[in-house]
Nanobody, 123 residues
Framework: VQLQACGGGLVQAGGSLRLSCAAS????????MGWFRQAPGKEREFVAA????????YYADSVKGRFTISRDVAKNTVYLQMNSLKPEDTAVYYC?????????????????WGQGTQVTVSS
């Protein structure tokens, strides 16, 4: 599976961005998908994840109520809608794919990673 993330950019605090992650290769619909982020000098952390059928979603407490993960199986794409952005959301955002049951929230359980897209939120 190859993953290509895009949609990052510079936005003011309180603004919105939508990240996209396009998948190619093996059957996308069989993979749970996740978003992680890594700020300078920090560990890569879990942001959100969605089951392969899209029925189950999980969020980090820091983004709950502000971010929404979704997927379009027909387009082989997963999205992360980010609203009410804060300066502390500034990071490189990565999408990842997990083949198998469950919807992991730890990076070690993901099998494939995209290249990352930079999100910068100014105060």
């Amino acid at each position: 599976v190859q993953l290509q993330a895009c949609g990052g950019g510079l936005v003011q605090a309180g603004g919105s961005l939508r990240l996209s992650c396009a998948a190619s290769g093996r059957t996308f619909s069989r993979y749970a998908m996740g978003w992680f982020r890594q700020a300078p000098g920090k560990e890569r952390e879990f942001v959100a994840a969605i089951s392969w059928r899209g029925g189950n979603t999980y969020y980090a407490d820091s983004v709950k109520g502000r971010f929404t993960i979704s997927r379009d199986v027909a387009k082989n794409t997963v999205y992360l809608q980010m609203n009410s952005l804060k300066p502390e959301d500034t990071a490189v955002y990565y999408c990842a794919a997990h083949y198998g049951l469950g919807v992991p929230t730890t990076r070690s359980e993901y099998d494939y990673w995209g290249q990352g897209t930079q999100v910068t939120v100014s105060s």
